[in-house]
């Protein structure tokens, strides 16, 4: 069962009590999602660019998507969103967040309303917006296509173990282009061993409100 919970700087989160962890931060889940995902992944990478893919591990309430629909939709940058969903929430859950009041109106009602079927096949949400979820695993995902970003969303190593050994790691990285980047909210000695095997160079970054670092890293060329 998911539960509704107010974090830190007003916007909700979810708290998942099979897994025993929330979706984002407590200590804010809009300013988590802005500032590892948006601010030191797209940003970063979509600098001069008019068209962008993104893998993301991890869909949960759909915040780093809409947050990175409405980036694209007003810098004219092409949207190819592609995120991982092994226990997609229901429409209503997702409504339920609060999150329609942290973007336009019509990107959200462009959202919800072909969330459902995204969720089956790739979705063509707008002229610059094409968004697919798979409903799979990450260690069972495959796919020819090569990112140009993974935003790395799944539970911290403390619930989640499996998803961050270094063969997970390794199959993640593996689905980036040359020079294309991985960031996530978590930074550890060994996670950085398992990116920098995988033919990164990884940078730390200071880390959202409650934590002193993040890691970002980009693909040798």
Known sequence: ????????DGSNTLYNET???????KHGALQESKHV????????VSADRSEISI???????GLNFILSFEYCQANHIKLNYTSLEAFPLTSEVIEQ?????????????????????????????????????????????Q?????DLIYYDAFSVQHQPEMWS????AHACS????????????????????????????????GALGKREMLRAVKEM
């Open 1 to 8: 069962m998911n539960i509704i919970t107010p974090t830190a």
């Open 19 to 25: 897994i025993g962890e929330h979706y984002h931060s």
């Open 37 to 44: 995902f948006i601010d030191a992944g797209l940003k970063f």
């Open 55 to 61: 893998l993301e591990v991890g869909f949960g309430t």
């Open 97 to 141: 967040t609060g999150y329609s009041a942290y973007v336009p109106e019509g990107i959200w009602s462009d959202f919800i309303t072909n969330y459902p079927n995204a969720l089956k096949a790739p979705q063509k949400l707008t002229a610059l917006c094409t968004l697919e979820i798979p409903h799979t695993t990450l260690a069972e995902y």
């Open 143 to 147: 796919t020819d296509q090569k990112f």
């Open 166 to 169: 270094d063969e997970i790691i």
């Open 175 to 206: 689905f980036l282009k040359p020079g294309g980047t991985f960031v996530t909210y978590a930074i550890t000695g060994k996670l950085k061993r398992a990116v920098k095997a995988s033919g990164f160079t990884i940078e730390k970054l200071p």
